[in-house]
């Protein structure tokens, strides 16, 4: 059984930063962060797959980036340059079977932690 449990949101202003980060049990699987939005689908906000190889959603290139300890089995959501719209719920995820296809398909991940609230006024 994997357990995934999120920290670090907060409420911040617009350009304000903020870092999440997702403490696991077990390894050796692919993480992301998805997030939802109040009346909106969960979404695919970045992804990193056991190889270290990142993925992202166009809505946050360049601002969030991805990255995880291994040793500290973390991963991390450094976002930069908020805006009001990724105000949403984060959540972490894991693919424990590590399965190949789109890393933003929902239906790829087995465990989920329960969320972290970002806001962002502006």
């Known amino acids: 059984q994997v357990q995934l449990v999120e920290s670090g949101g907060d409420s911040v202003q617009s350009g304000g930063s903020l870092r999440l980060s997702c403490t696991y049990t077990?390894?050796?699987?692919?993480m992301a962060w998805f997030r939802r939005a109040p009346g909106k689908e969960r979404e695919g906000v970045a992804a990193?797959?056991?190889?270290?190889?990142?993925f992202y959603a166009n809505s946050v290139k360049g601002r969030f980036t991805v990255s995880q300890d291994n040793a500290k089995k973390t991963l991390y959501l450094q976002m930069n340059s908020l805006k009001p719209e990724d105000t949403a719920m984060y959540y972490c995820?894991?693919?424990?079977?590590?399965?190949?296809?789109?890393?933003?398909?929902?239906?790829?991940?087995?465990?989920w932690g329960q969320g972290t609230q970002v806001t962002v006024s502006s």
């Open positions: 990193i797959d056991n190889t270290g190889l990142t």
């Open positions: 995820a894991a693919d424990f079977y590590r399965r190949s296809g789109w890393w933003a398909d929902i239906l790829n991940y087995d465990y």
């Open positions: 077990g390894n050796n699987f692919d």
